[in-house]
């Protein structure tokens, strides 16, 4: 089976219920699954599109995203979901290094959709607000599957999600049919997700992991999503999941934070809360259920794992500060540098094994064979598993940092602050934030003795970068303290932070 095909499945199963809630608005399964197969017919006639081909999606969140991305996969082509807060010059290096000639996109993205097409000939942009199958109200019947989708194998590329690299250039992990739709099993047999759950969704779907357990989990199981609309106003995106009455709500340990302090006007409706995308505090974790009395279960995962990978358990122990266990049907253990099993307490690198790893990084095989030991995964977390079989992250093994539980990558941001005339050294650390878990923060050495222009630095930066890439503080020194190598000691520049 495909991801086509389940959902269709899913579809023809409950068309009638309701499968997303968008404020005032409803939509069944039927519609959802009547305007993908729109998407596809439309994607093929008029577009071209081909079995093989990659689609970016660069939406915020908004119903269109779900008939999009499986009307992507049904036409036979790969979804490339692309992160709405980039800017174009990071978005151009996606399309080229993808291949991609058609995006789908909305007005709100349009002017720089339009911007990127001028620079690359060959791109087509599609705005949802003309497609057909979101301008036509559905026929109200279950369309058949098309023969594209019904020729795609388990095996066959589904999606590439970009993440950032250690060499500041993103790589594309690739994921076919059957990593989703195993991650997706897994997850439902540890969640015991229910056809009666409603997951609130605030979260943006291109993140890969409200992609799986936001959408691609409630959907395929037979839930519902109660798709967030106003995400600029706290009262009312939790006014919307009391009125849509939400059970289960996948989460940053920062919205987690904020809802232990916040005077609510009514228990939380959530029957569980699921956290991700970055480490979640035992102190948050403890206060939250405290207050609440709502199991909060902290889970690991990583994009080229689809990315779920372990979760603490619902009815046996759960540890603070643990990862869990791992997922059924995938192994988690700990390997030293040279492949080696490590025993229980032992510290090493997390490695993950099981049908839910990626196929390898899009058109990279030196990342891939890095990335590769023997069928497992070399996630780059340090960490050690307990007697009980429990797994622990104490470090981050690549020079990472997460904000708001989005991988950013310093030497990615090094590399466009060197860009900025003057600048004769720069590294950028992270420090810890209350708010969003981690900030960026650089640190700069000039060429000459003209003082930075520090305002004009970042306005550089931030025509260059992601608003959450751009650095909080910039600090000026002489030189940046370097080892006997040369290497630039970023522990110093952290102890100077009190990082």
Not at 342 to 363: A, D, H, K, Q, S
Not at 385 to 411: C, H, Q, S, W
Not at 444 to 467: C, I, M, S, W, Y
Request: aromatic share 8%.
């Amino acid at each position: 089976m495909n991801l086509s095909e389940a959902f269709a499945h899913s579809a023809q199963l409950r068309s009638g219920k309701i499968a997303l809630y968008w404020d005032a608005s409803e939509f069944t399964f039927a519609t959802l699954w009547a305007q993908s197969v729109g998407v596809a017919a439309e994607l093929a006639g008029k577009f071209n599109v081909q079995p093989g081909d990659r689609v970016g999606l660069w939406l915020k969140n908004r119903p269109e995203f779900v008939p999009a991305y499986f009307g992507i996969l049904t036409a036979g082509a790969a979804v490339v979901p692309i992160n709405n807060f980039l800017k174009p010059p990071e978005v151009r290096f996606l399309l080229e290094d993808a291949g991609i000639d058609l995006l789908i996109t909305d007005e709100e993205l349009g002017g720089a959709a339009a911007t990127l097409a001028a620079g690359r000939p060959s791109l087509q942009v599609a705005r949802v607000e003309t497609l057909t199958a979101f301008t036509q109200p559905p026929s109200g019947t279950i369309p058949a599957l098309p023969a594209a989708a019904r020729q795609r194998a388990e095996s066959d590329l589904a999606v590439i999600i970009y993440t950032s690299g250690t060499t500041g250039k993103p790589k594309g992990a690739m994921l076919s049919h059957g990593n989703l739709l195993h991650n997706v099993a897994g997850c439902q047999k540890v969640l015991e997700a229910l056809e009666s759950d409603r997951y609130a969704v605030f979260l943006p779907l291109f993140h890969s992991y409200m992609m799986t357990v936001g959408m691609l989990l409630p959907l395929l199981v037979g839930g519902s999503m109660v798709l967030i609309k106003s995400l600029n106003q706290p009262q009312q995106m939790l006014r919307e999941m009391y009125q849509r009455q939400a059970t289960v709500l996948p989460a940053i340990p920062q919205f987690y934070r904020t809802l232990t302090h916040a005077h609510l006007p009514a228990r939380l409706p959530f029957r569980l809360c699921v956290s991700g995308a970055a480490p979640l505090p035992v102190q948050v974790l403890k206060d939250f259920e405290a207050k609440h009395q709502i199991p909060l279960i902290e889970g690991y995962g990583l994009s080229e794992a689809s990315p779920v990978v372990s979760k603490n358990p619902l009815h046996a122990e759960r540890k603070p500060g643990s990862i869990g266990l791992p997922l059924p049907n995938l192994e988690l253990t700990i390997q030293d540098d040279d492949g080696r099993i490590l025993g229980p307490n032992e510290t090493g690198e997390l490695c993950v094994r099981g049908g839910n790893v990626m196929l390898g990084y899009w058109n990279n095989p030196a990342e891939t064979a890095r990335a590769l030991r023997n069928g497992w995964l070399l996630t780059g977390d340090i960490g050690y598993r307990d007697a009980e079989g429990y797994f622990f992250i104490t470090d981050r093994k690549k020079d990472m940092l997460l904000v708001n539980g989005i991988n950013v990558y310093p030497r990615e941001v090094e590399e466009v602050i060197y860009q900025f005339p003057g600048v004769k050294e720069a590294a950028v650390i992270g420090v810890t934030d209350p708010r969003k878990g981690e900030q960026p923060v650089a640190y700069v050495a000039t060429t000459g003795d003209a003082p930075l222009d520090e305002p004009a630095l970042v306005r550089f930066l931030r025509e260059r970068l992601a608003a959450y890439k751009v650095p909080r503080h910039i600090t000026v020194l002489p030189a940046l303290p370097r080892n006997a190598t040369g290497k630039i000691l970023k522990t110093e520049l952290r102890k100077l932070a009190g990082a």
